[in-house]
């Protein structure tokens, strides 16, 4: 039927074009997260290398959006977890821009 291969076009259409919108929001949230992480983490540099390997990143996978904030140096899981995480960037990063990023995700699907 004309009309049942036109809807089906229609959705398909809606489908395609919410999912490149969430794939530019992964995007957008990535690379915000990684300049704040950069501009806030809370320790002292002393080869710049940590600072430097702060990163942001967002990867589409058929239907699942992941996006993170991640260290690219080895020793970035000690400045994380030890001393109490008195270093620790990531985790409030995500944790400050979740909420909106959530919002903003649900302002798309509903679209």
Known sequence: ??????????????LNRRLAMLQ???EHYAGKMEGEAKQNAPWTDRTAMARKGLFGESRMDEYFLRVRA????????YLELSMQQKYSILEPTVQ????????????????
């Open 1 to 14: 039927m004309a009309g049942a291969d036109q809807v089906k076009r229609n959705m398909n259409e809606w």
């Open 24 to 26: 530019a929001l992964g």
């Open 70 to 77: 991640a260290h690219s140096v080895d020793y970035g899981v």
């Open 96 to 111: 400050r821009n979740a909420p909106q990023f959530f919002r903003d995700a649900e302002e798309v699907l509903r679209g």
